[in-house]
């Protein structure tokens, strides 16, 4: 029976005035930039915890895995919840390397704003950029904290100029430090003009007049910052053409409407590891992030077309799922709640699966701890309990008023292990703890090889698969055993072939099938992410483009949807090695059908065996992906850091040296990285370290393959 969609009682309105006072915001940078130590003294200042937690004594609330302790990063997307000012801060520490950036998209999908964490001697580093660039394709505000100021070589000016060149925004600096490195003791707020300064021992900041060996600056800068709001803001510009200067309140509403549209990017700084600049940081996440309903409605498809629901506690309930995690106590699936109210209780449908789920508990989320609540409203980050099924990207509802929201992309996993129980008896419980990983995890994929029979596993990197193993080792107790790590491979041509005829005809009683296509296959340059419909962009490295030139009617628009259906098919395994092929256009050019015998199956069919004829008629290339490798070594090791990537196929594109230290860019198969971190560390005794961004695919050298050779 059908039910009309519930709507909330009146009582409510007073729920959505608390929401202007939420901000759901996720702290983003690259890795060892601070930013779970940036997490840590915020908790510690807004009273959530009682103690400061440190990276390095594996002491941290939201580090909580005993593999993100052992390694001293984060690996998982932590959520946590603080007051501050009389507003509720939900908060998600991501992770900074480049493996575990699936995690970072999924996090950015369901967060309003978030803090850039940046290091003051190293400014932007490629993860930092990448991880801007994905709050760019989710619209999600920022503001920037230049953490590490206290350390040697450490230059407000310099990273900010990094910030302007690298990420292409207008940062608004709003505080001048005051002391440099290790003598790095406070900040001049240049909107109030006032000193706060922290000393050893105490944790609150000591507010007092701008010292007067930087009174001169400190105006300057704030005639700065005054200049360049009035360039980006027309009522700042307003009130500065009438007065030549910006009061506090204007210069406030300016920098929070520029952060909102992102304009404009407000710039703090200060030192985490020392606990100084962390309240103004709180201070203007308050000021200038958005609340829930600061934020556009959130769009969805309800079968009918596009709708859209503000975050209202009123309105029929809608919730994203960006994390599943197992745990001894229960399945745990976390939500952002967009829309609605959710009482313990409900039951609601997880639309994509068309099965209803019922939600025993709500939990309000302190990393690993979780507090048992009653209800979460529109704007709520929470954890639940109770659905068996939904995955991460999953749209729960109302049943009465279903709604399917966007879910956060996945990228295409790059690098793949095979994995076996080194004990018979365990096959089948590695199978079951391999199904709960993948469901974890949906940038991790598992599939059988055909032709093997062996159990691989793909992900994002070396990193993400070690850590994914380790799991299982240390959860399970199981013995795994791990083939080396393989590529995912693609394939190309690079000379096609024309005129191409083939003809299916068969007959083995009824109704026969028959399809008559004559195709044109050449080379598509990758020229641009998206191309046409179906195709992806070349980061994925999968590009195709089916055309029709067919005239006169000779093969039917139905027919011809069946013939490019089919040559998609073709394009999972190419002639060399049965790898995915990229990076070609097909025309169907003529063909013939038969009154009685041709179908949409026959021509299909016709399709994907006309074009593996071609693909083994044509010239064809093996592709491998390449990454983008940055390394941080020191001046005396650049010799056989250079040395050993030229040996490793790598092409250096750019170095810069800077206080004794080398940065080295190449691009580099990412077949040839396998074991390069010990490689690295054996030839800078230590010191050095790099990461890796994904580029795209590249042609792999035509004699045979090295040590990443596809598995198969």
């Avoid at 709507?7 to 006072?21: E, S």
């Avoid at 040395?643 to 077949?671: E, F, H, N, Q």
Wanted: charged fraction near 25%.
């Amino acid at each position: 029976m059908r039910t009309e969609p519930r709507t909330r009682p009146a009582g409510t309105q007073a729920t959505a005035a608390v929401l202007t006072a939420v901000r759901n915001l996720g702290i983003l940078a690259h890795v060892d930039a601070g930013k779970t130590t940036v997490t840590e003294r915020i908790l510690y200042l807004t009273g959530a915890t009682h103690k400061r937690g440190e990276v390095h004594h594996g002491t941290t609330v939201t580090d909580f895995d005993p593999q993100e302790r052992d390694r001293g990063i984060t690996i998982f997307a932590a959520a946590v919840s603080c007051d501050w000012d009389g507003h509720r801060i939900n908060l998600i520490d991501t992770p900074g390397h480049v493996d575990f950036s699936d995690e970072v998209e999924r996090s950015l999908r369901v967060l309003d704003g978030a803090v850039a964490v940046f290091d003051a001697v190293a400014g932007v580093e490629p993860q930092s950029e990448s991880v801007w660039r994905k709050a760019d394709r989710h619209g999600v505000p920022r503001i920037a904290f230049v953490n590490k100021l206290d350390r040697t070589g450490a230059d407000l000016d310099s990273a900010v100029d990094s910030i302007r060149r690298r990420l292409h925004p207008a940062p608004l600096v709003v505080q001048l430090p005051i002391g440099q490195e290790d003598g790095f003791t406070g900040v001049v707020d240049l909107l109030r003009m006032r000193a706060l300064t922290w000393a050893d021992g105490h944790n609150g900041a000591l507010e007092g007049p701008v010292p007067a060996e930087l009174l001169e600056e400190a105006r300057q800068r704030r005639r700065l910052l005054e200049e360049a709001v009035a360039e980006l803001h027309p009522g700042a510009l307003e009130e500065f053409c009438e007065h030549s200067a910006l009061s506090a309140p204007t210069l406030a509403t300016a920098l929070r409407e520029l952060t909102r549209t992102g304009e404009g990017l407000v710039v703090l700084c200060g030192s985490a590891y020392r606990n100084r600049g962390i309240e103004p940081l709180l201070a203007a996440v308050v000021a200038y992030l958005p609340s829930p309903l600061d934020v556009p409605p959130v769009r969805g498809t309800d079968g009918g077309g596009e709708q859209r629901r503000a975050a209202d506690p009123a309105a029929p309930f809608a919730a994203l799922v960006f994390k599943v995690n197992s745990t001894a106590t229960g399945r745990l699936t976390y939500l952002r709640v967009y829309s609605g109210t959710l009482d313990k209780g409900e039951v609601v449908l997880d639309v994509g699966a068309r099965r209803t789920e019922r939600i025993s508990r709500i939990l309000r989320v302190q990393a690993d701890r979780h507090a048992e609540v009653d209800r979460a409203v529109a704007g709520d980050i929470v954890a639940v309990i109770g659905p068996k099924a939904a995955r991460a990207g999953a749209t729960l509802c109302l049943p009465a008023a279903p709604l399917l929201l966007e879910p956060p992309s996945v990228a295409d996993p790059v690098v793949s292990v095979a994995v076996e129980a080194r004990r018979s008896t365990d096959t089948d419980q590695l199978a079951a703890a391999l199904a709960r990983l993948v469901e974890e995890d949906p940038s991790l994929v598992l599939r059988t090889d055909p032709e093997t029979g062996q159990t691989v596993l793909s992900g994002m990197g070396e990193l993400h698969l070690e850590v994914a193993v380790e799991k299982i080792r240390r959860a399970q107790g199981l013995e795994v055993g791990v083939g080396r790590p393989k590529v995912s491979y693609r394939e190309t041509v690079t000379r096609g072939v024309s005129g191409l005829l083939y003809r299916h005809v068969k007959q083995d009683g009824g109704a026969g099938q028959f399809a008559h296509v004559v195709l044109d296959l050449e080379p598509l340059a990758a020229t641009a992410e998206g191309g046409d419909e179906g195709a992806s962009g070349a980061d994925s490295g999968t590009l195709f483009e089916f055309r029709s030139a067919v005239v006169g009617g000779r093969v039917p628009q139905e027919y011809v949807r069946a013939v490019e259906a089919g040559c998609r098919d073709a394009l999972a395994e190419g002639p060399l090695g049965g790898h995915p092929v990229t990076g070609l256009r097909v025309t169907l050019t003529d063909g013939a059908t038969h009154p009685k015998d041709s179908s949409e199956m026959a021509f299909r069919t016709a399709g994907r065996l006309a074009l593996r004829e071609a693909l083994r008629a044509a010239a064809a290339a093996l592709l491998e992906p390449v990454v983008e490798l940055t390394a941080t070594v020191p001046e005396d090791a650049v010799g056989g850091v250079l040395g050993d990537l030229a040996a490793r196929r790598g092409r250096v594109s750019g170095s810069t040296t800077r206080g004794g230290t080398a940065v080295i860019t190449a691009t580099v198969p990412l077949a040839e990285l396998f074991g390069y971190a010990t490689r690295l560390r054996g030839r800078t005794q230590g010191r050095g370290t790099f990461t890796t961004r994904p580029t795209g695919y590249a042609p792999a050298p035509q004699q045979g393959t090295t040590a990443g050779t596809p598995l198969r």
